[in-house]
């Protein structure tokens, strides 16, 4: 009979508390394996926010501060800029597209933003893809509005519905634009940004429902033929406006834009990368007043080398997480030592070296972490296939289902040489048991 196979009927015989032994070993593996692969996806949904965006221009503010308000929705700027200093900017050679940016309203706890049809066109995400409709379509009246995915499945949202805006960003807001509403018109598909947490409207809407608009508020080249429609108690009559309302003809982009005083920032694509450094440099010392342009990747990266610090605290938390397992598979092999000598002290007296006393309990453990191992890349899959999507929509970070990576392996190989150099304690144990102390023991 061979060693491994002496090994696996030992290990059997002491099927309960070997299992549990290793389903312990097997979950903690998972956790870290789990940790590993929201630590890449994260980095990876983290670049990917915003991507083929050359410079992104606010008010004279920290470059951190600047990207997360602006890219991520986190936070609010402390300034605004002029539209008139966005427009002398924007009509520079160099630039080839961009979006302008209104930010301060909010509804139920989502972040609104004033832009224009530039957005849905020139703005991108992971690797340069385009935001795509998997419902309806962008602007094309003042009133408006183009919701991320995830404010329209957690709020239930469908094409045609009607909302009301709210004054001030997050969950509580005293103050509610009800003279303003809203009708949906798009549902921006699922791009695992903070896309997918905004709701969008025509930049001209947000002076409008401020009553700072300098433009007419609902367009009154298309609204002068409708004042005589006003009985809401006439079925026939409500139903023949909203026919004369879908019919209007889409207002152009500079009329969504309209002319408002201030913007809070703005996203800019050049003709070429060379020009980024110039006009980052120019808009710096802008004289009309003071600006600040970030290139976006490497503020990115600044903002990960901060960030990573709590993701290499979880990495060692999920790592001491498997020594403690580790540690109680020692504990168990130890523990049944004693209960084993007479068993090891035979082995002995029909020819076994202490030798192979050694290796037989070494065997053990290595069978342990190795069971314990595949079993937690079963789990691994098994939550990745059954709570991906469940996770993507609380953390917005969506796990991948992908083949273990590199880093991965090694991690499952560092293990496993781990475990067998724990068994190797009650291996040595075992290995100075006399032949009289197994025989004479009482039981």
């Not at 936070?75 to 924007?90: A, E, K, M, R, V």
């Not at 930010?103 to 991108?124: C, E, M, P, Q």
């Not at 998997?134 to 519905?161: C, I, M, P, R």
């Not at 930049?203 to 409008?208: G, K, S, W, Y």
Request: glycine share 6%.
């Amino acid at each position: 009979m061979s060693l491994l196979t002496l090994s696996r009927k030992s290990l059997l015989n002491r099927f309960s508390s070997i299992a549990i032994t290793t389903i312990a070993i097997a979950l903690s593996i998972t956790l870290l394996l789990l940790i590993e692969r929201a630590r890449v996806d994260a980095k990876a949904s983290f670049h990917n926010t915003v991507s083929g965006t050359d410079l992104i221009v606010g008010a004279r503010t920290g470059s951190t501060e600047l990207l997360l308000f602006s890219v991520f929705r986190i936070g609010h700027p402390t300034n605004n800029l002029s539209f008139t200093s966005y427009q002398d900017i924007t009509s520079k050679r160099s630039v080839k597209w961009a979006i302008p940016l209104s930010l301060g309203d909010s509804h139920k706890g989502f972040s609104v933003i004033g832009t224009n049809n530039d957005y849905f066109a020139h703005y991108r995400y992971a690797n340069k893809q385009n935001l795509a409709f998997s419902k309806g379509h962008a602007f094309e009246q003042v009133n408006h509005v183009v919701l991320g995915s995830n404010v329209a499945k957690k709020l239930h949202y469908h094409l045609g519905d009607s909302i009301i805006l709210s004054h001030g960003a997050g969950n509580t807001s005293f103050h509610h634009h009800d003279d303003h509403p809203f009708k949906v018109v798009g549902i921006l598909a699922a791009t695992g940004t903070a896309v997918d947490n905004s709701v969008h409207v025509p930049l001209v809407a947000i002076d409008n429902i401020h009553g700072s608009a300098t433009a007419p508020s609902i367009s009154e080249k298309h609204q002068a033929g409708e004042h005589h429609d006003h009985d809401h108690h006439d079925d026939q009559h409500r139903s023949e406006k909203s026919d004369k309302h879908s019919k209007l003809p889409a207002l152009s982009n500079a009329e969504l834009t309209g002319q408002p005083k201030q913007i809070s920032a703005f996203l800019l694509g050049l003709k070429s990368p060379i020009f980024a450094l110039q006009l980052q440099r120019n808009i710096s010392q802008y004289k009309q007043e003071p600006l600040l342009a970030i290139m976006p990747k490497f503020t990115l990266r600044q903002l990960w080398e901060v960030v990573g610090i709590f993701e290499k605290a979880l990495l060692v938390i999920s790592g001491a997480v498997v020594v403690i397992a580790l540690l109680g598979m020692l504990t168990n092999l130890l523990a049944s030592l004693s209960q084993r000598r007479r068993e090891l002290a035979i082995l002995r007296s029909v020819g076994a070296t202490p030798r192979t006393i050694f290796t037989l309990l070494g065997l053990e453990a290595l069978l342990i972490t190795v069971c314990a191992t595949l079993l937690a890349i079963a789990f691994y899959y098994l939550v990745i296939v059954l709570l991906a999507n469940m996770f993507g929509s609380i953390s917005g970070i969506h796990l991948q289902l992908m083949a273990l990576s590199q880093y991965q392996m090694s991690l499952l190989a560092g293990i496993i040489l781990l475990g067998t150099l724990f068994g190797c304690l009650p291996a040595y144990k075992a290995y100075r048991y006399a032949l009289s102390d197994g025989l004479t023991i009482k039981v």
